[in-house]
T-cell receptor, first 112, second 109 residues
Framework: DAMVIQNPRYQVTQFGKPVTLSCSQTLNHNVMYWYQQKSSQAPKLLFHYYDKDFNNEADTPDNFQSRRPNTSFCFLDIRSPGLGDAAMYLC???????????FGPGTRLTVL | SQQGEEDPQALSIQEGENATMNCSYKTSINNLQWYRQNSGRGLVHLILIRSNEREKHSGRLRVTLDTSKKSSSLLITASRAADTASYFCATISADGLTFGKGTHLIIQP
């Protein structure tokens, strides 16, 4: 089945130690998104790729970076995780920017 | 940026009853979408309603959109225990997609 896959499902890192979360999709969608979701809050869009074009949200900290080496894969890099970066990170894809989004199961990040 | 606001924030009903959740937003939209999220999981798309549509159905779901009031409602009929989840509205506008804060729905058996 076509799907959005996130690895790992659970990630533990130390304060200040760089971490990379990965997302892959078999839907061949041209748009990929990264969201941060903290407990009992709405998902917050960090950035998205429309094809190869990177679109950063204005309030996304510089500590968060992303790479999309090809259509299928997208990575979220957190250069120096702080305690406040502990959250669920959700990857999503869509065909075009106004269509429904398909979400992966998320990666729960813990920062020690 | 605009944000949808759902109400109520939490809703607890008996199995078999209908559940209604509302969403309000601030600016013009292209479409409005509803998503469900089970605890600790990713979001699942439920239904999309375009700005020129007023009502849409999908199984036990009924969504309405009133662009003059900038509001939408999601009705789940004949609720089941498996409907227990958080429900988010999301608006698509020139600013992109923005999620509301969500309604946490609990279906009591």
């Amino acid at each position: 089945d076509a799907m959005v896959i996130q690895n790992p499902r659970y990630q533990v890192t130390q304060f200040g130690k760089p971490v990379t979360l990965s997302c892959s999709q078999t839907l061949n969608h041209n748009v990929m998104y990264w969201y941060q979701q903290k407990s009992s809050q709405a998902p917050k869009l960090l950035f998205h790729y429309y094809d190869k074009d990177f679109n950063n949200e204005a309030d996304t900290p510089d500590n968060f970076q992303s790479r999309r080496p090809n259509t299928s894969f997208c990575f979220l890099d957190i250069r120096s995780p702080g305690l406040g970066d502990a959250a669920m990170y959700l990857c999503a894809t869509s065909r075009g920017g106004v269509a429904e989004q398909f979400f992966g199961p998320g990666t729960r990040l813990t920062v020690l | 940026s605009q944000q949808g606001e759902e109400d109520p924030q939490a809703l607890s009903i008996q199995e078999g009853e209908n559940a209604t959740m509302n969403c309000s937003y601030k600016t013009s939209i292209n479409n409005l979408q509803w998503y469900r999220q089970n605890s600790g999981r990713g979001l699942v798309h439920l239904i999309l309603i375009r700005s020129n549509e007023r009502e849409k159905h999908s199984g036990r779901l009924r969504v309405t959109l009133d662009t003059s009031k900038k509001s939408s409602s999601l009705l789940i009929t004949a609720s089941r225990a498996a409907d227990t989840a958080s429900y988010f509205c999301a608006t698509i506008s020139a600013d992109g997609l923005t999620f509301g804060k969500g309604t946490h729905l609990i279906i009591q058996p």
